[in-house]
C-alpha cells in the first residue's frame, strides 16, 4: 500500500491510494482510492480509469483523486506489457488473458470488500485505454452507466459487417460476447480530443484499412466514428448522441490534459451531471 503525492493529501487528507494485487489474477495489479470513512451505500459512483499503452495508472488517478468527492470509488486495472497485450482489444482468443474479466474481477473484488451496492460504473479511458473503454461497453452495455473515451487511437466501428475488432462482426474471438446493436448504441459516450492531437506518431495504428475506413489522425477518426454512431442512432431509432469535446491546446498526452484543459474535472462533472 502506499500514499498519494503529498501536496494532492494536503487537498484531501483523507484520501489516499492503495496498490493491491487482484486475489484471481496473482499477475494483475490495480489501484484504487476513496475517502476513508465511504462505505457500502455511502459509494453512488464507481469511476474506472483505464491507462494508454504507457500504462500510467498511477499519474491518472493521481489527477483524478484531487476531483473526487466522497460518494466516489475511483479504480485503475494495471494491464502489465508481459500478461496483458491484447487489452484494449479485451484480450481475443490465444492473445493473452479476457481483459473484460480483470475488470469485472477487480471491480467485484472492491464492491465485496467495502459492501458497495452500486451496479453500474462510469468508464473513462485513455489512448489504448479508450479503445478498451468503448469495447468494453459495446460487449458489457448494461454494465455501465457512461464512458468517456479519450484520444482513441482507432475504434470499433458499429457495423455488423465488419469483422472484429474493425467491425462487430465475431468469428471465434470470444465465446460469450454478442454484439447487440439495440443495446449498445443506448450507451452513453462522450469523447474527449486534443485540439493538437493530429500527429501519426510511432503509437498510433496506421494499417491503410483502418486509414481508409476512419481517417488519418486521432482526430478524423473520433469525428469519423461519432458520425457513424449518429447514423446507427437515427437508423435505428434510438435517442442518443455523441458529443466531442476539444481541449484546447492539447496534443496526446493525459498530463497535458489534465493540467491544461481540465480533463478529470470535465469528465468527472460529466458522470455526475454537473454542468
Given at each position: 500500500?502506499w500514499?498519494?503525492?503529498?501536496?494532492?493529501?494536503?487537498k484531501?487528507?483523507?484520501?489516499?491510494?492503495?496498490?493491491?494485487q487482484?486475489?484471481s489474477?496473482?499477475q494483475?495489479?490495480?489501484?484504487y482510492?476513496k475517502?476513508?470513512?465511504?462505505n457500502?451505500?455511502?459509494?453512488?459512483?464507481?469511476?474506472?480509469?483505464?491507462?494508454?499503452?504507457?500504462r500510467?495508472?498511477?499519474?491518472?488517478?493521481?489527477?483524478?483523486s484531487?476531483?473526487?468527492n466522497?460518494n466516489?470509488?475511483?479504480?485503475?486495472?494495471?494491464?502489465?506489457?508481459?500478461y496483458?497485450l491484447?487489452?484494449?482489444?479485451?484480450?481475443?482468443?490465444?492473445?493473452g488473458?479476457?481483459a473484460?474479466?480483470?475488470?469485472?474481477?477487480?471491480?467485484?473484488e472492491?464492491?465485496?470488500?467495502?459492501?458497495?451496492?452500486?451496479?453500474?460504473i462510469?468508464?473513462?479511458?485513455?489512448?489504448?485505454?479508450?479503445?478498451?473503454?468503448?469495447r468494453?461497453?459495446?460487449?458489457?452495455?448494461t454494465?455501465?452507466?457512461?464512458?468517456a473515451?479519450?484520444?482513441a487511437g482507432w475504434?470499433?466501428l458499429?457495423?455488423?459487417?465488419?469483422?472484429?475488432?474493425q467491425g462487430l462482426?465475431?468469428?471465434?474471438?470470444?465465446?460469450?460476447?454478442t454484439?447487440?446493436?439495440?443495446r449498445?448504441l443506448r450507451?452513453?459516450?462522450r469523447?474527449?480530443?486534443?485540439?493538437k492531437?493530429y500527429?501519426?506518431?510511432k503509437?498510433?495504428?496506421?494499417?491503410?484499412?483502418?486509414?481508409a475506413?476512419?481517417g488519418?489522425?486521432r482526430i478524423e477518426?473520433?469525428?469519423?466514428?461519432?458520425?457513424?454512431m449518429q447514423s446507427q442512432?437515427?437508423?435505428?431509432?434510438?435517442?442518443?448522441?455523441?458529443?466531442l469535446?476539444?481541449?484546447?491546446?492539447?496534443?496526446?498526452?493525459?498530463?497535458?490534459?489534465?493540467?491544461?484543459?481540465?480533463?478529470?474535472?470535465?469528465?468527472?462533472?460529466?458522470?455526475?451531471?454537473i454542468?
Amino acid at each position: 500500500m502506499w500514499n498519494s503525492h503529498s501536496e494532492n493529501k494536503k487537498k484531501n487528507k483523507a484520501m489516499q491510494i492503495n496498490e493491491c494485487q487482484l486475489s484471481s489474477h496473482s499477475q494483475v495489479e490495480y489501484l484504487y482510492c476513496k475517502d476513508e470513512k465511504a462505505n457500502g451505500n455511502n459509494i453512488e459512483n464507481i469511476v474506472v480509469i483505464i491507462h494508454g499503452i504507457s500504462r500510467n495508472a498511477r499519474e491518472i488517478i493521481a489527477s483524478f483523486s484531487q476531483t473526487i468527492n466522497q460518494n466516489t470509488l475511483l479504480i485503475a486495472p494495471i494491464y502489465s506489457k508481459d500478461y496483458a497485450l491484447d487489452y484494449q482489444r479485451l484480450g481475443r482468443k490465444n492473445k493473452g488473458p479476457r481483459a473484460d474479466y480483470i475488470l469485472d474481477a477487480v471491480v467485484n473484488e472492491l464492491r465485496g470488500k467495502y459492501k458497495i451496492s452500486c451496479n453500474k460504473i462510469n468508464l473513462f479511458g485513455f489512448s489504448a485505454g479508450a479503445q478498451f473503454a468503448h469495447r468494453y461497453a459495446f460487449a458489457h452495455p448494461t454494465a455501465v452507466n457512461k464512458v468517456a473515451i479519450v484520444a482513441a487511437g482507432w475504434y470499433t466501428l458499429p457495423s455488423l459487417n465488419l469483422s472484429y475488432p474493425q467491425g462487430l462482426k465475431l468469428k471465434d474471438e470470444f465465446t460469450d460476447i454478442t454484439f447487440e446493436l439495440q443495446r449498445l448504441l443506448r450507451v452513453k459516450f462522450r469523447v474527449y480530443i486534443g485540439e493538437k492531437d493530429y500527429l501519426r506518431d510511432k503509437s498510433l495504428n496506421k494499417a491503410q484499412k483502418i486509414d481508409a475506413l476512419q481517417g488519418l489522425n486521432r482526430i478524423e477518426r473520433a469525428k469519423n466514428w461519432i458520425e457513424l454512431m449518429q447514423s446507427q442512432f437515427n437508423k435505428n431509432q434510438i435517442p442518443n448522441n455523441i458529443d466531442l469535446i476539444t481541449l484546447q491546446g492539447v496534443v496526446h498526452d493525459s498530463k497535458d490534459a489534465h493540467k491544461n484543459a481540465q480533463l478529470c474535472a470535465k469528465v468527472y462533472n460529466w458522470f455526475n451531471d454537473i454542468i
